[in-house]
Structure formats: structure tokens, C-alpha cells
């Protein structure tokens, strides 16, 4: 399978300041990495944000840039720092304070998949580590603070959409009360990401599909909200969890019999979204 970094969709009509992502669907496993491995592929894959770019391929046709990783979140977690490096997985790396996703296994080369499950056998050496950041890390996010930047230039704001899906189990814990288990976090830093009225109509359009959502809580957002969110200079940035189950076997990492129909509610979504700062609420600000 060949690797890439990343392909970029572009619209053939640039009438929105949105950017959509998907950092974490990316599926070319290399061979060596595969073969290294004490896991076998459908274990690795479990780290897989699977079918999210097919799910949001939608949103050049309204307008908006749309970035997709090819390299594998096991491989390297495009969602960390490039200096969140796992002393316990990388060879030469000291310990530097605590840093609870390094300490789990989940740094930027990660040292575990889902449920804590090993992927290598021993410690890699750093040289290897440091090409994986060169080699995609650095193409990748060097690619989408360019879009960001085109739709900035062109539209006066830019809005990052980062776009995830969650566990199924992963929201049992916020369930109280007996309240709705919501199919949809919004992670916006509590607000340091992105300016209160673009989360509300990412909300709005969510909801208005018939979608329940949460906000901040268990996922408020990583690295690239946190990195990329600049409300003040109107660049801002929100992280989408979706609910495995609504479109796929997480145990079989196939579509189930509603992905069609996720599929196209939001595709619905993505028209709304894509209209934030167009018409009647310009975004401000703050």
C-alpha cells in the first residue's frame, strides 16, 4: 500500500471559510510496521478513526477544503505534539514531567493501541521515531495551517472542523440522570478554541439532523484544537466525536446497515456548517 501524508480535497467553488480534517482515518499501514508488530492488522486498526473521511467527503461539494491523513494513527498520532515522545517506546528520550497521554502509551508514536494493548515487542530506536515526524508529522500539519491560512485570506476567518469518532463505550460515564447518551462531543478547550457562537451553530446543525450532543465532556479536544485555535484572531477550532456505533461494527471495522444513513445526515450538517460566517451571523472576534 502506498504511503502518503495526507491528500487534500479542494472545492471547486471556495465559498466557505471552513476547514474540515480527519487526522486519525488514515490507513496505509507500511509493511515493515505491519510485520514488526506483535499485534495483527485488525488490532492495530482498532486505533482507526475507520470511514470518517468517507463520512465528511461530502464538503467540498458546499464549498469548504477538506484534508485527510494517509498515514495510520498507530503509526503516528497526528493529534500530539511532535515533542510528545514516549520515554518508555523510544530509545534516548528522557522523562520530562508528567504528560498523561505519554504515560498511557499514546504519545505522537504511540506505544499502545485501544485497551492498552502493546504494538511493539521492544523500544524503537529515536532516529526512527524522528522520521516518522519528518516523514508525516510535519508534512501534515505544515499542509493544513496552509488551508487554514487560504481561508483565512480569502474570507477574512477560518474555521478548523476536526473531525473523530469515539468508542461507544466512551460516553457511558457522562450519562446521568437518566439523560439522552449523546452520539456527538464537541470539544472546543471550554471555549479557548473557538468563539461561543461558531460552536452553538456546529451544535444547532447537528441537532437540527437529529443528532444528540454533549459538549467538552470526555473529550474537549487534543493537540490540534488546543494548536490551532485562535479564537482572538479569528481562527478557530472545534473537535467532532462520533459515536462508532451509529455507522459501523467496531468489532468487524465494517460499515454497518446505517452508514448510508449517518452518512447523509451529515451531509446535511456539512451545509450548515459550511455557511458559518456567510449571510445573516458574521463571525466575531473574541
Known amino acids: 500500500m502506498s504511503q502518503s501524508a495526507y491528500q487534500v480535497h479542494r472545492p471547486a467553488h471556495d465559498t466557505s471559510c471552513v476547514v474540515f480534517a480527519s487526522p486519525h482515518s488514515g490507513r496505509d499501514y507500511p509493511w515493515s510496521f505491519l510485520q514488526t508488530s506483535v499485534l495483527s492488522e485488525m488490532a492495530i486498526r482498532s486505533s482507526e478513526d475507520a470511514f ?61 493501541v485501544a485497551n492498552g494493548r502493546a504494538i511493539y515487542r521492544g523500544k524503537m530506536t529515536r532516529f526512527e521515531a524522528e522520521h516518522r515526524i519528518a516523514t508525516f508529522w510535519k508534512p501534515y500539519h505544515a499542509m493544513l495551517q496552509s488551508l487554514l491560512d487560504e481561508a483565512y485570506n480569502r474570507h477574512g476567518q477560518a474555521v478548523l472542523v476536526d473531525c473523530h469518532s469515539m468508542p461507544h463505550e466512551a460516553v457511558e460515564g457522562v450519562v446521568r440522570g437518566g ?7 464537541l470539544g472546543d478547550r471550554f471555549g479557548a478554541a473557538a468563539g461561543g457562537e461558531v460552536v452553538d451553530r456546529i451544535e444547532e446543525a447537528f441537532t437540527a439532523a437529529g443528532f444528540t450532543v454533549a459538549r467538552n465532556a470526555p473529550f474537549a479536544g487534543a493537540y490540534i484544537v488546543q494548536a490551532y485555535g485562535r479564537p482572538t484572531r479569528g481562527q478557530h477550532a472545534v473537535q467532532i466525536e462520533i459515536d462508532r456505533s451509529l455507522y459501523m461494527n467496531e468489532a468487524t471495522i465494517t460499515p454497518n446497515a446505517d452508514f448510508d444513513d449517518v ?20 463571525l466575531a472576534a473574541e
Do not use: M, W
Open 52 to 112: 470518517v473521511d468517507r463520512l465528511f467527503d461530502c464538503v467540498t461539494g458546499f464549498g469548504a477544503r477538506y484534508i485527510v491523513a494517509g498515514t495510520p494513527r498507530a503509526y503516528v498520532d497526528l493529534n500530539r505534539a511532535a515533542d510528545e515522545l514516549d520515554p518508555s517506546l523510544i530509545e534516548g528520550v528522557r522523562r520530562s514531567g508528567h504528560n498523561p497521554r505519554v504515560a498511557s502509551g499514546l504519545g505522537v508514536i504511540p506505544r499502545v
Open 263 to 282: 452518512r447523509a445526515r451529515l451531509k446535511q450538517v456539512a451545509g450548515q456548517i459550511t455557511r458559518i460566517g456567510q449571510g445573516r451571523i458574521p
Open 179 to 185: 439523560g439522552a447518551r449523546p452520539d456527538i462531543v
